[in-house]
């Protein structure tokens, strides 16, 4: 396989992490079991985007969020994600390359998403001892100027950084 783009190895740090307490579909304060996010942030919390308001605190509490779509209630314990996630690797093809495989791995519990010109179109979770991702195609060709990527997340209470790859294959 030749690998059409890669990250090598990169240092990530947190940017998911858990409700501490529930919320209702028309609160605006959210409190998070760790401090990953910053004032203004897009997050998304079972589905739900959420533009964070500001924290007093260093980042567990934040007031005046604004809540997107339809804002429903939820549970505390439910995982908060950075909206974007990280970007690990990305690639654009040219109607003709082929793409065999996406690859990635971190050294602990972690998650990789598949974004398709931007757009998230899966997330899956890894957890020890499998904590290689690999997701084969075979010799798909996408179409001109098509873009498909891996974003990651990782959660505070897994811990507060992790060395991450990622790689596109043909």
Partial sequence: MIL???????RMTANATKLTTAIDD???TLVFD??????????????EPITLGTTADGGT?????????SPTAHADGQEAWL?????????????????NAFSAYADIDWVVGI???????ERIGLNFPNLAFFRPFHRYVPANLKTFGLVAWLRADNAAECEICGGIQA
Wanted: include cysteine; proline fraction near 0%; charged fraction near 20%.
């Fill in 115 to 121: 974004t398709e010109d931007g757009t998230l179109i």
């Fill in 4 to 10: 059409l783009a890669t990250s090598g190895m990169t």
């Fill in 83 to 99: 909206t974007a996630g990280v970007d690990l690797v990305d690639h654009e093809f040219d109607g003709i390359e082929n793409f």
């Fill in 61 to 69: 509490t934040f007031t005046g969020c604004t809540r997107g779509g």
């Fill in 34 to 47: 760790h401090s990953v996010f910053t004032d203004g942030q897009g997050i998304t919390i079972g589905g």
């Fill in 26 to 28: 028309n609160d605006t």
